[in-house]
């Protein structure tokens, strides 16, 4: 792929804060209970990660030994300039954030409005090429929603990160989030945190996790649909980030399938659960399994169309997907739709967006 | 016959390894603990990472069964910065979970105190 040809628009880049450096934009007495009271967020991943550097690219580590990330000025030289990238996305690196956090909903409400303050100052309005996500600790639903209210309308915001919980996304409890979103303009990002659903345990390895990491987003896409979001709430998109694709024509034939045997439960429904995915939701293409041209375009053909899939690479993560390497080389007009056209048409946001 | 000296044999303990060129190749040169020098093309053949910003390290072996790690080969494994993959300096830098396939590799020659790579 000649990259001065192509365009990118890539839809998964984790920008990463340490905590001395968003203790500025923390409120008191939350910034004390950080500098003061050694207050660090509660891990949950019980394994090493067993790649080379952890959860980053080996070679991502700032040469001044801070970790991948944290420095824009890198950044544009290993990923943006480089690759020459035309936008890209934020999507955090949820330490420190509320994604995870569970308890002191005070705390969480704190650090998202933290964290977006930082993201704001020090990466959308020093890069013209990176948009972000909205952060919200959603366990304090209305709290989420004034934050939502509050940075939502910046112009380079273009989607709500809501963390995965206990609580399926489909649940009225999250619709006042949603219709703050749809007020705003803003996408919803579901992005894996730690621990997906998973019966409330950790499997035992790490590839086990890493593995089924699409199983959680089945569950939330599948509780969506059927409890009639999409309906209700027709500007609504939803970006399904790192959780790879294969699984989307599967989803897409068992939902349909079922709706046609048991309509008369969810009779709310308008459409047909793969119409509705077809036209409000979208998903990101990494990790991508190293597929042939001819499984590659298989999919596409069982999606019943190329405008879901939409380019990333998870810079700076372990499992990176490269834009040369990831994909198999396809034809150029596929190409323009998923490394760029198919995200610009999602978000509306993003310059040149469509209607959608 | 093309061949070049691409470093010094003082440049490189055992267990390490150094990006170097090779005409206008990038490679990977790699000292064993045994003291041997084994040179590949310095490219993962996955998704093309600088292997040279990965590890030397050991593996975990299929001796091994589950609840029981069984962990050698220090100082012989090169794993890729990026995704892990694992690949075999003394077997002609084949990929531990496949075999067949395997990093482009070089003939190495010590000379004095030069590392010569040749084809």
Known sequence: MGKEHIRIVDTDIHERVQYKDILKYLDEPFKHYIQNCHWVQEKHMPYTQPTVAGVDRADAKIPDGKPAGTDLAFMQKQLLDDIGHEFGILTSALDPSPSSMHGWYEMATALAS??????????????????????????????????????????????????????????????????????????????????????????????????????????????????????????????????????????????????????????????????????????????????????????????????????????????????????????????????????????????????? | MKEQVVCKTTELEPGEMKAAHFGKQDVLICRTLDGEFYAFLNQCTHQGAPLDKGMICGATTEDSTPGDYHYCRKGEIIRCPWHGREFDIKDEGRMLANPNKRLASFKVRVENEDVIVYK
């Open chain 1, 114 to 356: 933290a964290y977006n303050n930082w993201q704001i100052e020090e990466w959308l309005e020093r890069d013209e090429r990176l948009y972000g996500s909205v952060h919200i600790a959603a366990q304090d639903r209305d709290a989420a929603v004034k934050e939502i209210n509050r940075v939502g309308s910046h112009p380079k915001m273009v989607q709500v990160l809501l963390p995965i919980d206990d609580i399926m996304w489909g649940d009225p409890f999250y619709h006042p989030i949603f219709e703050a979103a749809e007020k705003h303009n803003l996408m919803i990002g579901m992005h894996h945190n730690e621990p997906p659903v998973y019966y409330g345990k950790w499997p035992r390895y790490f590839i086990e996790w890493h593995t089924l990491i699409s199983t959680a987003h089945m569950k939330q896409v599948t509780n969506m649909i059927f409890n009639g979001v999409f309906d209700k709430f027709p500007n609504l998109g939803l970006m399904m980030i790192e959780g790879g694709f294969t699984w989307v024509p599967h989803i897409m034939w068992k939902m349909d399938q079922q709706y046609r045997d048991l309509r008369h439960e969810v009779p709310w429904l308008k459409r047909k659960p793969s119409d509705i995915f077809k036209e409000q939701i979208r998903v990101t293409t990494q990790p991508a399994e190293e597929l042939t041209k001819q499984e590659f375009m298989s999919l596409i053909e069982q999606m019943g169309t190329d405008e879901i899939l939409c380019f990333s690479t998870d810079y700076p993560h372990w499992d990176y997907d490269s834009p040369t390497r990831a994909l198999p080389n396809l034809d150029l007009e596929l190409k323009k739709k998923i490394f760029a056209e198919n995200a610009k048409s999602f978000y509306p946001k993003l310059p040149n967006s469509k209607e959608f």
